[in-house]
């Protein structure tokens, strides 16, 4: 007959940890899971992105040198690099928040991120700021890059570190949102070719807006990146083709706004829930 007084007392199971406030461990884990992802393949997401921009620099004013009129009174150099610095900026930032979040989905790895109590603020600053940090390092270096190939003025230092900053932002959160809705790389490949890319490229990056016809040059005063590399620009130069004030408003604008549709898009669990 056994002593059930002795008998050990069920196990309770553990209770969930509670955050009050912040979750700092966290979030500090997960951002560095996004900054060590693209920091150990640095040649091919850091060192890379910075080579294209210097081809571009060597195509469009190395090999036409003197070929070229001055834009506004800026030698050709001068007004192109502040363009193929921060496109450098935008493809990088997108590239990292949608890679890490279509990758982890199509292996089986999203619970990883799911699990750990974090809220949707924090997953969203985490990718957010893990994108931001590999745009902005990859934009540092292409300016260290392309400096000696435009001697580069700085103006309003303010802009260059707003504009850049802001810019890392919104495409670290537009690549949350393209690498949650995504389900296979196709679905980024699209998003990429067919909506970053010419909102890049058609910006002003390379020319003047005001050089193209109606109704084109109307509608490039309507694509954001427009505004995001005209203020740039304007860091550097100077000059500006746009509303320096417009640019900067829509810039905190569109990240309030598509960081609102990341908590929500985390908070109901689109596309990564079953």
């Not at 979030?27 to 910075?50: D, I, N, S």
Request: net charge neutral.
């Amino acid at each position: 007959m056994t002593d059930e007084s002795h008998s050990p007392a069920p196990t309770a199971p553990p209770e969930p940890r509670a955050y009050p406030g912040v979750n700092w461990a966290g979030f500090r884990t997960l951002y560095r899971r996004e900054v060590m992802r693209f920091w150990k393949v640095g040649m091919q997401t850091l060192a890379a992105p910075v080579v294209t921009s210097l081809l571009y620099m060597m195509v469009f004013v190395v090999a036409a040198h003197g070929a070229r009129p001055p834009v506004h009174g800026y030698d050709y150099g001068a007004f192109v690099a502040p363009g193929l610095i921060m496109m450098a900026i935008l493809n990088n930032a997108f590239a990292n928040a949608s890679s890490s979040l279509l990758q982890a989905k199509m292996n089986g790895l999203i619970g990883d991120f799911l699990t750990p109590p974090l809220n949707p603020l924090e997953h969203v600053a985490a990718f957010g700021l893990g994108a931001a940090t590999r745009g902005v390092m990859v934009g540092a270096v292409a300016a260290a890059v392309i400096a000696p190939f435009s001697h580069l003025p700085i103006s309003h230092p303010w802009a260059i570190l707003y504009f850049g900053l802001g810019a890392a932002l919104i495409l670290g959160l537009l690549g949350i949102m393209g690498g949650l809705w995504s389900e296979k790389f196709d679905n980024m490949a699209v998003v990429t070719n067919f909506i970053i890319m010419p909102m890049t490229f058609l910006s002003g990056t390379f020319y003047l807006v005001e050089r193209l016809p109606e109704p084109f040059r109307t509608l490039s005063h309507y694509n954001p990146f427009f505004y995001l590399i005209d203020g740039f620009r304007y860091g550097f130069l100077g000059y500006a083709e746009g509303s320096v004030l417009a640019g900067a408003v829509m810039t905190a604008g569109l990240v309030v706004a598509l960081t609102s549709v990341c908590l929500w898009m985390f908070d109901t669990g689109y596309k990564i829930k079953s």
